[in-house]
């Protein structure tokens, strides 16, 4: 298999170029699901697709995948164009949402398919199925039929039916959407484990950000069609591009004031009673207490901020460590380091430089 | 406490008593119309009864003895399999590919999708009225195309396609609408799954779609048999059996035997000597049903 460092990281696996696809909806209806989406995904990388649903990320990937095709753009696989290739020589494996193992064939018939279809000799075939099964743990139950098997036991059958063709790209779009929460952590943890061992480059769809952010070397946020912001896990979370970013990450999302022209931008877990933040530069605020939930150890301070602009309502997340004893109904004094706060323009979202803010 | 009167079981809360209620037309139907004439069949069979001495006379296996050694009986016999062979083999292969072009997406599929229907929807002695008229009669399209020759329903091989055609003609869209529902019932996905595993066009056909539609499938040749072999009407009014009993088929000698020609006996060992075939070609389908869901 291809290791992660042999080509470097720098290659390009996919390449997608200012795609756009077009619905034909009734009555002459348009609906833009892409809309100029520049992406570049490198090999052995894991590069997560974020986004709302309807926000055009399954498409992207079924696009790239040749299951659609675009209206405009182009797409690039190991440097090949493929355009109105079928997904067949596309040297792509993808897991659906829902699966779609064969319900009439065994697990077995179900991960030897593609190779059959690639004309693989039988002692071959063989080989690989029991590879595969191996390194999924599910040799048991090579004989089984789909419908007798568990969500987490199927969606392990579809990636090894996935796998055996030892792809270029792997496409997962929403692999983890049908499992329980429980099973869905672990199998989180398998499959970043996997990818690594394999270290082939994978796409993944997801718009559940803790997934996103858990899994991804590198998180691509779409929103409407749109690429928003393409960066590490951090990038995201500490440098959001715009307020969609801002707010669609995180939980809380980050808080937005409104000053003049502009949007002050700070996280809940930056914004603590003015006496645990012990920085030079910081900016206090006054906060009436609305509210408070006590969260796995953590305090989730709702009410609402003045001074430094318009009253907002925002939420400060207190972690155990801070015992400033609050409570509803009171205004405490709370601030936020200055290199914590992000500034946006108050009329496109987009992020801007910093301002300075007394106090 | 005693329940209060207004919360005793009611009429229609008495599940048992509703059940019989519910079954009895069914059953008086069945007994009637299916299950009395059946029997009659079964006793008429081993009678000497005619029309011109009705009263009962039981006569052993003499009807069957009479048949068998008809030669018209083995004709017909043979006649009604290989029609029903042929019938099933192409309505079955035809009406998978219309499933296919009705679930396409083009434009007018509805109105499309409502025309297939009509041949099924055409009592069977009218159509086959019409296809005489095109097929046998002077001056009709077909007549003139063969430049006034003989009608194909007077000539031996081609009255007999006629037959089968007219009955593929008629039975094509029910089967497509049994298989379409089939294909509809195949969940999108694997049609996906089944692009991103490189399958061509034929390994998709063979591997995939026809083993899902398998079940349906044998339902839709189960209904074509059924139709077809225990159709008088299209042979009746096309041919006859003619020419000279070349597509002569059973329920037709029956009729002509046991009715026109007064030998109910006879007429009735004729019509019941495909229902142990018939039984058993069910048996398989239903087997292969099974498996398949």
């Not at chain 1, 030079?280 to 207490?289: E, F, K, N």
């Not at chain 1, 972690?319 to 205004?331: N, Q, R």
């Not at chain 2, 062979?85 to 999708?113: E, K, M, P, Y």
């Not at chain 2, 399958?199 to 899902?212: D, E, H, K, S």
């Amino acid at each position: 298999m291809r290791r992660r460092d042999e080509t470097g990281a720098a290659a390009k696996a996919v390449e997608a170029r200012r795609l756009v696809k077009v619905y034909e909806g009734r009555r002459d209806r348009q609906v833009r699901a892409l809309d100029g989406v520049d992406l570049t995904s490198g090999q052995g990388e894991y590069l997560v697709l974020l986004g709302p649903s309807g926000c055009g990320k399954t498409t992207l990937l079924r696009t790239i995948a040749g299951l659609e095709q675009p209206t405009e753009g182009e797409v690039y696989i190991g440097g090949r164009l493929v355009n109105g290739l079928p997904p067949r020589v596309r040297q792509v494996a993808m897991v659906l949402q829902s699966y779609a193992l064969y319900p009439h064939k065994t697990v077995r018939n179900n991960i030897e398919f593609p190779l059959k279809a690639e004309n693989v000799p039988r002692h071959l075939r063989e080989r690989k199925v029991r590879w595969a099964a191996d390194l999924l743990d599910i040799a048991d139950l090579l004989g089984h039929r789909p419908r007798q098997l568990s969500g987490g036991e199927r969606q392990r059958v579809a990636l090894a039916r996935a796998l055996v063709r030892e792809p270029a790209v792997f496409l997962l779009d929403e692999p983890l959407s049908g499992l329980d929460a429980k099973l869905r952590a672990a199998t989180r943890d398998e499959l970043k484990r996997f990818q690594r061992q394999v270290g082939t480059a994978t796409i993944y769809v997801t718009h559940d950000q803790e997934e996103a952010m858990g899994l991804g070397d590198r998180v691509a946020v779409l929103d409407a069609g749109r690429l928003r912001q393409v960066g590490t896990p951090r990038d995201i979370y500490d440098e959001p591009a715009d307020t969609f970013v801002a707010t669609f990450v995180g939980s809380p999302p980050m808080n937005l004031v409104q000053r003049g022209d502009r949007l002050v931008g700070f996280r809940p877990e930056h914004l603590l009673p003015a006496e645990n933040v012990a920085y030079d530069s910081r900016v206090t605020m006054p906060l009436r207490i609305e509210r408070m939930e006590y969260l796995s150890g953590d305090r989730h301070v709702y009410g609402s901020v003045t001074r430094i602009g318009q009253e907002t309502r925002v939420i400060a997340r207190l972690p155990a460590t801070v015992i400033t004893p609050l409570t509803v109904g009171e205004t405490h004094e709370f601030a936020v380091p200055t290199d914590r706060l992000r500034f946006f323009d108050a009329e496109y979202g987009t992020r801007t430089a910093p301002v300075r803010i007394g106090g | 406490m005693p329940a209060d009167a207004g919360q005793r079981a009611r009429f229609a809360d008495r599940e048992g008593f509703l059940a019989w209620a519910f079954l009895l037309p069914t059953i008086v139907y069945l007994t009637a119309l299916v299950l009395a004439p059946f029997g009659l069949t079964v006793a008429f069979a081993f009678s000497r009864s005619t029309s011109e001495a009705p009263s009962y006379r039981f006569g052993g296996l003499r009807a069957f003895r009479e048949i068998f050694g008809d030669h018209v009986f083995w004709r017909s016999l043979l006649d009604t399999l290989a029609l029903t062979g042929v019938a099933i083999a192409a309505v079955v292969i035809l009406g998978t590919v219309v499933a296919n072009v009705l679930l396409a997406d083009f434009r007018f599929r509805r109105t499309v999708r409502a025309l297939v229907l009509l041949p099924w929807t055409t009592p069977v002695a009218l159509s086959a009225i019409s296809w005489r008229w095109l097929l046998g009669s002077p001056g009709s399209p077909v007549d003139r195309l063969l430049l006034h020759g003989d009608s194909p329903l007077a000539r031996t091989p081609s009255a007999a396609v006629a037959v089968a055609a007219v009955q593929v003609w008629r039975l094509t869209p029910l089967a497509a609408v049994i298989v379409m529902a089939g294909l509809t019932s195949i969940p999108r996905g694997v049609w996906d799954a089944a692009l991103l595993d490189g399958a061509g066009f034929w390994r998709r056909l063979l591997g995939v779609t026809i083993p899902l539609t398998l079940p349906v499938t044998a339902v839709a040749a189960l209904v074509t048999a059924a139709v077809t072999f225990a159709d008088m009407g299209v042979v009746r009014v096309l041919t006859g059996g003619g020419p000279r009993d070349s597509t002569q088929v059973l329920p037709v000698l029956a009729y002509l035997r046991g009715v026109e020609g007064g030998d109910i006996g006879t007429g009735a060992a004729t019509a019941l000597f495909l229902f142990p075939l018939f039984v058993a070609g069910v048996f398989v389908v239903l087997r292969v049903m099974r498996r398949g869901s």
